[in-house]
Structure formats: structure tokens, C-alpha cells
């Protein structure tokens, strides 16, 4: 596998389907023509959800990635290359990733996912941290497995 570069579009297959972290987090990606439509929700341990509507918008740039949370206004986030990261060393050369930035926004400011295998998934979102951008300051990562196919919906508990 190879890595995703701006001028290289995702593989849609390669992300779609229903992926989880078993804890209370998970993302669900199905093909809608040359994009990707998603949407992410995380449980807390008290029950209380949130959700947020993901999608990844084929362009002549590669695919965008669109975050809307709750009813927040959407957020575009631009495909790098993995090597032109801001924050922290890049995904290893032999998986297939891919990295979306977006500087301007204050949290985050790049999306990384990282296809571990073809059933586990890493995804992480970075910013800067207190010290105006110098350092790494706040990352959050989940590791993801495929509870489902592409087309199929996660089992119910």
C-alpha cells in the first residue's frame, strides 16, 4: 500500500463501512458517487452522544474533508501530502493514509487516518498547543476496527 498524497484520491473502499472503537466512539462511511458521506458520533460514559456529519468531496486536489459538528457551521480541511505535516513525524511510507489540514481553523488543524490493515484504522486530529503553535500541543487518536462492510450497518448492542 502506498500512501494518499493531495494528487492522489482515496481509495472510497478503502474507508467505507461502519468502524468502531468498541468504547464508544464510531464513524460510519458510505460511497455517495465519487464522494464519501459519513457521519461520527461518540458516547460518553454517561450516555450522552454527539454527532458529527463527515464528508470526503472529490475535487481536482483530491478529496476535501468536510466536518460539520452538531450544527456547527462546516469546516473544510485540504488534503496534504504526509510529509508536509505541521505537527509530529508522518504515518509510516508502507501504509495507505491520509491527511487533511486546515491551519486556519483553531482545533484541529490537521485530520490523519491511518489504515492499519484492512480492518483497523487509526484516526487522529491535532492542533496546536498553548505555546502558539511551536509545539504539538493537543492530539486525540482512536484505533478503529470494521464492524461492518461498506453497505452494511454496525450491529446493535
Known sequence: LTCACAAKLPSPTAL???WSDGAGTTERWWIDGRDLRGEGIVR???GHETRE??????????H?????????????FEPIDPTKL??????????QSWVWANYNHDYPQEIRYVLLTDDRL????????DDEGR???????????????????????
Open 135 to 157: 509545539s504539538l500541543g493537543r492530539a486525540h487518536g482512536w484505533t478503529l476496527e470494521r464492524v461492518a462492510a461498506c453497505g452494511e450497518q454496525e450491529p446493535q448492542p
Open 122 to 129: 487509526h484516526a487522529e486530529i491535532i492542533g496546536p498547543g
Open 53 to 62: 456529519q463527515l464528508a470526503l468531496i472529490a475535487d481536482r486536489r483530491g
Open 64 to 76: 476535501v474533508y468536510v466536518a460539520r459538528p452538531g450544527d456547527a457551521t462546516p469546516v473544510e
Open 86 to 95: 505541521r505537527y509530529g513525524p508522518p504515518p509510516p511510507a508502507a501504509v
Open 44 to 46: 460518553n460514559s454517561d
Open 16 to 18: 467505507c463501512g461502519t
